[in-house]
Structure formats: C-alpha cells, structure tokens
C-alpha cells in the first residue's frame, strides 16, 4: 500500500469521525479488524489491500493527531480561507486540509510540499477544481506563514 492511500484511508476516517460520536480509537480498532475491512472492499478500492504495520501507525498518527488538534487546525483553515465561511467549506475538504496542516506541523519527516501534493490530488478526486484550488491555496499560505512545531 502507497502512503498516498493511506492518507486516503485517514481522511475517510477524518470525515467519519466528523460525523458520528465514535472515539479515534473505536474506529481505528473498526477499521483494522479483518472482518470489518474487507468489508470495505466491495464499497472502496482504497481497501482493498489491508495496511501493514508501518502504515497502521501512520494512519493511527493521523487519525489521533488530527482528532486532538482539531480546534487548532479549523482555526488555522478559517484564518487562510480567504473570501470563504468556514461553513460553506465541505467536510471533505476540511478533513484533506486538517491532514495536510498536520503533517505540516507534527511530521517533521514529511516535506510541506510533498503533504500539500498529495492533498491536492485527494481533493481532485473528491472536489470540483474550484475547490481544489482554494485548499491548495489555503494551504500554500499557511506553509509559508506559520511557525511549524
């Protein structure tokens, strides 16, 4: 399995989370239980090879990480969105740029280029380029302004 997928993978559960009570854990230990995932398999392409344990950490990174700074990484999308309502922005899109922004911030190892990359071509395969332009506009702005840790 590609990084590229498992981003995927953390932005789907990114979006979930978003819209149900479960705890990151609860719905990583979901996603991960052989049964449940290939389950997925027939909804999803993304899942059809189950991750292995490198990439489990790194989605289960993600996931928790995204879910805990989850106030912060809305205030930094509602600061750099330009000319938009945060409420006008899609979940999707909030997930793909909460994930890019956190990269950027927390994963030292992973380029801001390589993070914004990726999160544009998610979006392309979920947004209209209207939207793909403006998370990659979001996100150029906040790589170059603010302060990594």
Known sequence: MKRSVAREIAVKLCFALSENSSTPGEMLEQLFSDEYYASLREEDEIFDEMPDKKQRRYITELVTGIHEHSAELDGYIEKYSTGWKFGRISRTAVAIMKLSMYEIMYMPDIPNSAAINEAVELAKRYEDPQV??????????????????
């Open 132 to 149: 793909v332009a403006f998370v990659n506009g979001v996100l150029g702005s906040f790589s170059r302004t603010e302060p990594v840790h």
